[in-house]
């Protein structure tokens, strides 16, 4: 019994204890459009007149200074939030430029960044274990965007004009491979209307030739698109 007791104990303490959050308090994602609706904007044969985009708004540990210190050395940079919980708010271990949190070899393993609410001014390693592992430093948390390309992408490409039509192809992408059964080709005749559609999209045409058009979007596509 003894020996089951010291068994379970032991993996226990080598199983550890992940620290928990709420990870709906790290970031908001809105999706975007590239170019933003009622921009004029000029492309040419081959080129693509509009994509999808996600802004990434949250929050990141900016530390100004490294942190030499003796179980865990920090590098400065910019860490991204990964949630809070009610002690503390995490973040991650890599900065965005890719620099990471160098552990002394007998230090215990990390999983995490923190920043204690009832202790402002010290950021933390949290081990595997759960405990923090603090020091002085010189940081802000401050408000960070970045962009990054949706995984499912429509565009229209522009193909050149003949006479009074143009010729536009439609594709469809999903991380980053084609989907070549839903191409297509389109003509359209811009003596009938300026405004040329696709699945829902809509472009004003202000003008076109056989090696550029110049166009508005006036509704991008219907599908809502996922990060």
Not at 139 to 146: A, D, L, R, T
Request: with cysteine; net charge neutral.
């Amino acid at each position: 019994m003894r020996k089951c007791l010291l068994v379970i104990m032991l993996i226990s303490f080598i199983s550890g204890c992940a620290v928990s959050y709420d990870p709906s308090t790290s970031s908001k994602a809105t999706q975007v459009d590239f170019p933003p609706l009622g921009q004029v904007s000029t492309v040419y044969v081959g080129d693509s007149m509009m994509s999808k985009g996600i802004l990434v708004e949250g929050e990141a540990v900016v530390l100004k200074n490294s942190i030499d210190g003796v179980a865990y050395d920090i590098p400065s940079g910019t860490y991204d939030k990964l949630g809070s919980n009610n002690t503390a708010d995490v973040f991650k271990t890599a900065t965005r430029e890719g620099q990471i949190v160098i552990q002394n070899p007998f230090a215990d393993p990390y999983q995490a960044l923190g920043v204690k609410k009832n202790n402002p001014n010290e950021l933390c390693v949290v081990t595997v274990f759960g405990m923090y592992s603090c020091y002085a430093a010189n940081f802000e948390i401050k408000k960070v965007s970045s962009f990054n390309s949706a995984s499912f992408q429509q565009t229209l490409i522009y193909s050149g004009k003949v006479g009074n039509k143009i010729n536009i192809g439609y594709r469809e992408t999903s991380h980053d491979m084609a989907r070549p059964a839903f191409n297509n080709d389109v003509e359209y005749d811009l003596g009938e209307s300026q405004e040329i559609g696709y699945k829902g999209a809509v472009v004003e045409v202000i003008s076109a030739d056989n090696q550029k058009i110049t166009y508005r979007v006036v509704k991008s596509f219907r599908y809502q698109f996922s990060r």
